[in-house]
DNA sequence: CGGCATCCTAGGGGATACTG
DNA sequence: CAGTATCCCCTAGGATGCCG
């Protein structure tokens, strides 16, 4: 249960897109420009796969060059205070680590 | 940032470890009880993981047999809320899914 | 620009067996 | 009971190259 759920988020990146796409929608390219180490590949599946969850959407428009914008759905959105909750506690962990 | 964060959650089953012990402290048979697929291997490793990270806490009984137990530090219940937030997602999306 | 197809590698994780 | 040690495998993910 808590495994499938976690399932949405896991797989490397996925919570990177989520928190990338918190402060609006974004375009293939500016993703990649987001979250440097990833590859085309991957954040192609991670972006398909979210799709299909329904947690992102995809709109292509047809413009030249072509451009697809990716954007959170309202489901989606609220997966964002989760992840700030966990950034969160993450931070005080490190400050704990650190100090 | 936020990898680093996530990567506290993230790795096979440490989100479980964390769920199971939100109620309150368990020893180490108890949570392969809980997770059942879990291998005996992984449990030791997410638990020496997530103690060093702050997340929980070991405190060995000096009983026969001897006896261990796990409970969340107060950084780690701070996950919890996290977790649940996700959870219902989690339900949500899924919900949408079979509907 | 967006994004598959292909190939390849690392290492996270499973099974089993053993110890204190 | 609570682990550790060993071995093996699988697949998520990186790199590169090509297509609409």
Same mark, same amino acid.
């Given at each position: ?6 399932? =949405? ?7 990177? =897109? ?61 997966? =964002? ?19």
């Amino acid at each position: 249960m808590l495994t499938h759920c976690m399932a =949405v988020i896991s797989g490397a990146w996925a919570a990177n =897109v989520i928190w990338s796409l918190r402060a609006g929608p974004r375009r293939f390219n500016e993703l990649r420009t987001d979250i440097p180490p990833i590859s085309a590949k991957v954040l192609s599946s991670r972006l398909t796969e979210l799709e299909q969850r329904g947690v992102l959407s995809r709109n292509v428009r047809p413009t030249s060059p072509p451009s697809v914008e990716y954007a959170l759905t309202d489901l989606g959105g609220e997966l =964002v205070p989760a992840l700030e909750a966990i950034v969160e506690v993450g931070h005080r962990l490190k400050k704990r680590d650190d100090g």
